[in-house]
């Protein structure tokens, strides 16, 4: 090449290293798996291939309350190896009416069963277990005691422990994990039909972030890429129409699609960017269902793991 001459090949290599420094870190592209079977079509595959996917969070089964006792509950079906060059981080959803009682033996339990659906379905080598749970003032002390007693038996066995951190979590006290991921979503009440979007919206996000930059944890943040079918008797919520539940409907019921906007998250990722970018090194999309994998191709959902430079309302790659 000859001096005093930049070719455009060279000039989008400069903006794309730019674009991935601006996080202060190395970035990764993630996604959740959140079902109770786990297959890959075709479209999953080429979703995975396309978008540079390095992790699957994937749900591995539910803790709810059976009698006194936290029991597993929506154990996943394995039916499908996992994908090469990909890593599994198993994640594990507790009520969060589990921990409103002492479970001494819990912490054990979830790292024995986790180990082994991992060694069954050879899901394995895992570095990471995730727990997700909403918990409360209330549940806080209980919740924090299992996970401390739980993130020293899986360092013990070389594996790291990390915890979902709702926005409103961000104003508590840090869990005593290694890392969390903040939920960028469920931001409003969906019960409410006031105009408001629930899963998404930047005038319920922005109070929170306050707390963001001052968050004494390592974190990655979880973006939306899913719909909801709201049905309503007049004002009153009835639930939520998933494609695998029958819903029964009366004449005169509406059925309202709540779903975020590429525009509304590229926003929402802009935001949490501008006070802390490192949270943004590991982007994860919330989650990979054939439907969801489907509407992020239709409505270019791809760009949210892209976006890394400046966002002024419309996208700029």
Known sequence: MRKGIITPVLVLAIILLCCCDSNGGEHRNSAYYWSTVFTVDSSQQVFLQRNNIQRIYLRYFDVVMNGKEAKPNATIRVEAAVPQRVEIVPVVYIMNDCMRRQQPQLDSLLLERILKITDTHDLGPIKEVQIDCDWTKQTQTEYFNMLGRLRERAKAKGIALSATIRLHQ???????????????????????????????????????????????????????????????????????????????????????????????VLKAKNAIDDIRRSANDEVILYEMSKQNVKRIKEYGYEKVFWHTCDYAGTDKH
């Not at 469920?186 to 919206?201: E, M, P, Q, V, Y």
């Not at 319920?204 to 890429?225: F, W």
């Open 170 to 264: 961000l104003s508590m006290a840090v869990p005593p994990v290694d890392r969390g991921v903040l939920m960028v979503y469920n931001t409003g009440d969906i019960t409410k039909r006031d105009g408001t979007n629930a899963i998404l919206d930047m005038t319920d996000v922005k109070p929170y972030l306050r707390a963001l930059k001052s968050y004494d944890l390592p974190l990655a943040s979880a973006y939306p890429v899913y719909a909801w079918q709201v049905a309503f008797r007049g004002e009153k919520y009835i639930g939520i129409i998933h494609s695998d539940s029958y819903l029964p409907l009366l004449p005169g019921d509406t059925v309202v699609k709540v779903e975020p906007s590429l525009d509304m």
